[in-house]
């Protein structure tokens, strides 16, 4: 790939960093991407939320997949691109502890078995903790 085309890409990331954070997504994570759609003259953006299955990286074609189960148990997937110019931004609501890069097996199971393990994280609370007890003394 020539220089040129990957000073473009460097420079396009930058700028599309502020919306999509691409370092804090990961699969099993609960996300809410808003993405904008065209109805005719018309355009509006629609979020959806749900699982995230799998992260493709690739530079300028990275990608996530997001499941979510719709009325009367029917599954959707939908795939976004991370750098499209229709996506507005990705909201992660829950990180989950999962030991596979791929969450295919979702697929499968409904109802309880479907869960992911809520992945805890203390480090924030911790440092709010210790500067709440510096400001007492």
């Known amino acids: 790939m020539s220089n040129l085309v990957k000073a473009f890409e460097h420079d396009f990331k930058l700028s599309r960093d502020a919306m999509v954070p691409l370092t804090k997504i990961h699969p099993g994570?609960?996300?809410r991407v808003h993405f904008r759609i065209v109805e005719g003259k018309r355009e509006r953006v629609q979020p959806f939320q749900g699982v995230v299955i799998r992260k493709r990286e690739g530079g300028l074609s990275s990608s996530i997949t997001v499941r979510r189960v719709a009325s009367h148990g029917v599954g959707v997937e939908?795939?976004?691109?991370?750098?499209?110019?229709?996506?507005?931004?990705?909201?992660?609501?829950?990180?989950a502890h999962v030991r596979r890069a791929?969450?295919?097996y979702l697929r499968d199971r409904a109802g309880k078995s479907a869960r992911l393990r809520e992945k805890r994280r203390f480090y924030a609370a911790a440092s709010a903790s210790s500067e709440t007890i510096e400001s007492q003394d």
């Open 29 to 31: 994570d609960t996300v």
């Open 78 to 95: 939908r795939t976004f691109p991370l750098h499209a110019p229709r996506l507005e931004r990705v909201e992660v609501l829950r990180n």
């Open 102 to 104: 791929n969450l295919y």
